[in-house]
T-cell receptor, first 112, second 115 residues
Framework: EAGVTQFPSHSVIEKGQTVTLRCDPI?????LYWYRRVMGKEIKFLLH????????ESGMPNNRFLAERTGGTYSTLKVQPAELEDSGVYFC??????????FGQGTRLTVV | GNSVTQMEGPVTLSEEAFLTINCTYT??????LFWYVQYPGEGLQLLLK?????DKGSNKGFEATYRKETTSFHLEKGSVQVSDSAVYFC??????????????FGKGTHLIIQP
């Protein structure tokens, strides 16, 4: 069974540019989560989808971040325009039962 | 708000040594507690969990007991192996008895096991 897949694994962009991160959850998992780890700090929750609906987006830092989940399958997280403080590792996770989440390897975003 | 404090590494041990990674938390209510592990080049994996006070989670020789009186969830293993080298994250759920949504993580502890 394929795990959670994230693309790209690493992205380097200039301040002000736009970047889109993609997450493919495990097939059949209704719950999809985005987390972020800024260098030297804790992994922070960003938002939670149940199928295509946003269940909880209380962790989204500001309106430069837009998350979507088309048809309840894969999800994208767009940062527009990117700022230096957006640099970090973005993790996606999915689960079916709610308590056991499977995480992807993460996308390392560097804004220069 | 919720917070998790765990010892920061790196923690370096010899193979077969006893391991303890401390984790304490601050939360309202009775959250579920988790340990996640990230091996080099891989995503986070759930290692073990406990959903109520005095529960003991265990997996792969690792154990952790939910201690409400000390608000702790320390990770232990009696005899570590080189393959246990990884980063370990303590985490708690957003709501009482909750699961993977809105987890609060600690900063992670980098464990290095030397042969």
């Amino acid at each position: 069974e394929a795990g959670v897949t994230q693309f790209p694994s690493h992205s380097v962009i200039e301040k002000g540019q736009t970047v889109t991160l993609r997450c493919d959850p495990i097939s059949g998992h209704d719950n999809l989560y985005w987390y972020r780890r800024v260098m030297g700090k804790e992994i922070k929750f960003l938002l939670h989808f149940v199928k295509e609906s946003k269940q909880d987006e209380s962790g989204m830092p500001n309106n430069r971040f837009l998350a979507e989940r088309t048809g309840g399958t894969y999800s994208t997280l767009k940062v527009q325009p990117a700022e230096l403080e957006d640099s970090g590792v973005y993790f996606c996770a999915s689960s079916q039962s709610g308590w056991k989440a499977f995480f992807g390897q993460g996308t390392r975003l560097t804004v220069v | 708000g919720n917070s998790v404090t765990q010892m920061e590494g790196p923690v370096t041990l010899s193979e077969e040594a006893f391991l303890t990674i401390n984790c304490t938390y601050t939360a309202t209510g009775y959250p579920s507690l988790f340990w996640y592990v990230q091996y080099p080049g891989e995503g986070l994996q759930l290692l073990l969990k406990a959903t109520k006070a005095d529960d003991k989670g265990s997996n792969k020789g690792f154990e952790a007991t939910y201690r409400k009186e000390t608000t702790s969830f320390h990770l232990e293993k009696g005899s570590v192996q080189v393959s246990d080298s990884a980063v370990y994250f303590c985490a708690l759920s957003k709501v009482s008895g909750g699961g993977a949504d809105g987890l609060t993580f600690g900063k992670g502890t980098h464990l290095i096991i030397q042969p």
